[in-house]
């Protein structure tokens, strides 16, 4: 359950003063301690037993992959139902109606059986995709988030969001649609850029929307916890990465990292924001960082500093400083639409001292042409896997050179 859904339930009190005497047992798959306390509250039982399961789900692989583009991700998930998933049975999550119509007919042009689950369609529609999916005469259902409720399908063997999720509740919860027959399976979200302003400016009038976003970007830039250990955090859990098994992505590659200096970065992309503001002119993420990567207009690539990384790195560097607060959101409305553009965060102002510093963790591996400023890395024992020249204990002054992919 998530808090979403806990409004929903905010009148059934009126059970319990309607009939006391009367036993009420409340059930749900999916809840945070703060959820349960509520649900507690709400339904007004007094001296309530509360009985939860770990949120530990052994038999399911975390996995995220970056999502370079949108041809690059639809092809891979295409690939990966016809290869890894042959005959298997599963979910693929979009964001929009539009997506889900799109995606499931070009799965289907690659002969995958994908038909599309939303809420705009024909009841009749619905319940017949839904009959044909748990009954395998169709292989992949391509759904919103509309598609949940009543799924009580024992082999479903991948859960793969095209999006990310609008929170890591969100996400345990739909992905948990995976393997609940107890055999392995795959729960995949692409991560991409611009999806988490789509999002964003979706989930605005909530009232902890941006904070629960921000914790599933995290999630998904995550590149050396176990994922587990992320959603524990979640579910007030003490966790232990060993009991992770090696099923999600982290733990079982251990990837090449380096903790990467990244005030530099941020100074320039500050500087394009600042600029943008002086001139009166909104800067929407892609355009922030499109100047960045010197693709921007000509008239304003004179003025700033543009930059040597590749444009998944400028999108990672910027996403860490969104998440960090050095950049914030400004979101600008029409009767429409929402907008998200980017502006200054409070942490910003730091940036100006000499001896404030910024850094993120960055893969290693691939070979790429940015060069960046290595410091000393807090990565545990993974850690000393990293190929690049970067030791541990380098000095921050010491300006290390690597190579970055
Ligand atoms: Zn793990």
């Known amino acids: 359950m998530t808090s979403d859904q806990v409004r929903d339930y905010k009148l059934l009190g009126i059970l319990k003063r309607q009939f006391p005497k009367v036993p009420l047992l409340g059930l749900t798959a999916t809840a945070t301690s703060s959820v349960l306390k509520d649900c507690e509250k709400i339904l007004c039982v007094k001296q309530p037993i509360t009985l939860t399961a770990s949120f530990n789900r052994t038999n399911l692989y975390y996995e995220v992959r970056i999502k370079g583009s949108d041809d690059a991700s639809k092809n891979d998930i295409a690939s990966l139902i016809k290869n890894r998933y042959k005959n298997q049975s599963g979910i693929v999550y979009v964001f929009s109606q539009k997506d889900a119509e799109s995606l499931s007919s070009e799965l289907q042009q690659r002969d995958i059986l994908a038909y599309p689950y939303h809420a705009n369609m024909d009841p009749d529609d619905k319940s017949r995709v839904h009959r044909k999916w748990t009954s395998n005469k169709i292989q992949v259902v391509v759904a ?33 649609r995976a393997g609940r027959d107890d055999s392995q399976a795959d729960c995949i979200v692409y991560f991409g850029f611009s999806d988490i302003f789509r999002i964003s400016t979706m989930v605005v009038m909530e009232n902890v929307g941006q904070q629960k976003l921000k914790q599933m970007v995290d999630y998904c830039q995550n590149i050396d916890r176990c994922r587990r250990s992320l959603m524990a955090v979640h579910f007030d859990e003490v966790w232990d990465d060993e009991g992770c098994h090696q099923m999600c992505d982290t733990c079982r590659h251990v990837k090449d990292f380096t903790t990467v200096d990244i005030t530099g970065h941020a100074r320039q992309v500050v500087q394009i924001v600042e600029l943008a503001s002086s001139m009166d002119e909104k800067l929407t993420p892609l355009k922030l960082v499109e100047a960045w990567i010197g693709k921007g207009p000509a008239k304003r690539r004179k003025m700033i500093q543009t930059t040597t990384l590749s444009r998944l790195q400028a999108e990672a560097v910027v996403v860490r400083l969104l998440l960090q607060e050095y950049l914030r959101e400004d979101f600008s409305f029409t009767p429409y639409t929402t907008y998200f553009y980017v502006k200054l965060g409070r ?11 910024v850094s993120m963790k960055m893969e290693t591996t691939g070979t790429g042409s940015a060069v960046v400023k290595a410091v000393s890395g807090q990565g545990k024992a993974k850690e000393g896997k990293r190929s690049v020249q970067s030791a541990g204990d380098a000095p921050v002054s010491k300006k290390v050179k690597t190579q970055l992919p």
């Open 144 to 176: 919103t988030v509309a598609f949940g409720m009543g799924i009580d399908k024992p082999d479903v063997r991948f859960v793969i969001h095209h999006t990310i999720s609008k929170s890591i509740e969100n996400y345990y919860q739909e992905s948990g």
């Open 347 to 357: 942490k910003a102002p730091l940036l100006k001292s000499q001896t404030h510093t």
